[in-house]
Every structure is written in structure tokens, then in C-alpha cells.
């Protein structure tokens, strides 16, 4: 079963032709139960106006989605209570503390005090629940919030970048927040443009460029789709110019490592074979399997083959 699919999901901001922008085009992805599915894109691409549409803070102007199977007004509505989202750190009071911010925002939700204690544990605040809200670092504050979504125990947690301006410690604590929510069986649908880390954390990945879909998949099979090999050789130089020209190399760079070279047929003989007629014995051959990194740069920059060169 799966908790989101968008189906052409589009928005347009503004209705004049000339000053229209159309944010998100035609947008189609699943997002099935117990996925850690990350949402990746460059700033504007569209990755916070998809997720207003399905917390329905923003109105699409084409296509739809359903959560839960369910869709339309009502259906949303219902499905929504399964839903927990974290959009921009909420208006949480400065002079109370995070337990008191966290009662009022479970008396609005009608949930008790253990759960609020349980949320205070989850995202490591229990120690600092009865500090004043505003002497909490960035951290704190976004744990915090994470906290809040929590306080209804959503089967779906939708995040817009949950790390977004933490230190490493501060990144490190959100991932082991979303991995302990993973293990539980949540299901998390989070945007951000922290790759490494999306590679470390996301089971899924969809890359939005332009409001447009432009890969998605299983992280393994979005980095690991091509069949590149690293190849090292005594002369880099000649081995680079030889790679250049041969024909089975569909595109080809050069790292510190070596040469990272795209072959069309997979055929490791032919390589070995072809660089040995050019008087070039290579040291070092094997797979190379690219960061998401590499890929996300090259996919948002435009180039067609995730493996034509990378600016380093
Ligand atoms: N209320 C609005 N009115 C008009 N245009 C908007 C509005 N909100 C967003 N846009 C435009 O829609 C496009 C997508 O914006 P959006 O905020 O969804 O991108 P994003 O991927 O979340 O970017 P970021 O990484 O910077 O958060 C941008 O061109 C933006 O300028
Ligand atoms: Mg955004």
C-alpha cells in the first residue's frame, strides 16, 4: 500500500501568461508505506510548493495526489490525521519551556501527557524540556518541532528540510531521529539538499528539476544505474586521450583517482585490450559507482548521461 502518490501534480502561482510560474509540472512519484523517501532538488525547483500541495497548504492547479489511497476533499481530510508535517520551525513561545510549548500544542491535538514525554525522549530533549524555548540552539529548536509533529504518532511524517542550517552534530542528531522513526515503521517523505546525507538516511529518492521529475528509484538504482569503471594507468594524460576516443565510452572524466569512464556494452576485455594497443597497461580497474551527489550535480545541471563530466 502506499501513503503518496502524485498523479501530473502541477501548480502554477499567478494566472497572467507572462508573469505565471509554473512551480511544479506534471509531477508523478509513489511513496510507498515504511520508505524513507527523500526529495531532492536545487533552490526553486518546486520541492516546498509539492509538499504544501499535500498538506494542503497550497491548492494544485492540475493533476492530484491521494495519501492512503484516499483522494478529494473529505477522503484528504481524513487521511491528513495520519499525517504529521514539519514545514517551517512553528510559532513556539520564546519564554516557555519546550514541555510547555509541546502541552499546548497536544492540547490542541487532544493527546496526553506520556506522549509528550515520549516525544521530549525521542528527539533527545527530556534533559532540556524545562529550558525556555528561546535558549534552545537551532538544533534544539528543530528537534523540537520534530517533537511536535510527533505528538499524534503520524504513520506518515512529511519534513521540509528537517536539517537544514544544523552543524554536523546538529545533522547527525535529525538522521538518527529519522533512522529510530524508520525503524518504528514510519513512513517519511523528506525534502532537502543534503545529499550525503540523503544517500546515508533514504531507502528512495526523486530528483525535481524545474518542477519536473527528472529521476527517481530506489537510491541504489538511481546511483548505480550506469556501468561506469574507474580506471588507473602510470600516465594519466594518455590514458584520458585514449578513453576519449574509444568508442564503447559513452562519456568520461577525470578525478584525482583516475579516469571514471561510461561504457556502453560493460565490456572490461575489449577496454583492456583497446588501451594495451595504445601502449597504456592500466593498474587499477573496477566498477565505480557514483556518489548521489555526483549524479543529483549532473542530472540538475542538465547533462542527459549522469556520468558526462563533474565540476569537482
Ligand atoms: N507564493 C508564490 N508566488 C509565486 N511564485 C512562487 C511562490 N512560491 C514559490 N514560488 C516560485 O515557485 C518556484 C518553486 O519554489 P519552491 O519554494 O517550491 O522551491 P524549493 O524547491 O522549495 O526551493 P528551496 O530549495 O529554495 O526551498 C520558484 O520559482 C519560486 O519562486
Ligand atoms: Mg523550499
Redesign the pocket.
Known sequence: MHAIQTFDLTKR??TRAVKS?L??DRVSFVVEQGQVFGFL??????????I?MLVGTIKPTGGGFDLFGASGPEGLLNARARVGATLETPNFYPYMSGRDNLRIAAGVKGVGRPRIEECLELVGLSARAKHRFKTYSLGMKQRLALAATMLSDPELIIL??PANGLDPQGIREIREIIRTLADRGKTIFL?S?LLAEVERTCSHVAI?RN?RIVTSGAVAEVVGGGSAVLLRAEDTDALAGAMEAYPDASSMRRTGEGVIAALESGDLASVTRYLAGHGIYLSHLAPYRPSLEEVFIDITRGAVDPMTEIAS
Open positions: 502561482y499567478g510560474v512551480a511544479v532538488g536545487p533552490n526553486g525547483s518546486g520541492k516546498t510548493t509539492t504544501g521540509d528540510e525534502s539538499h525535481i518542477g
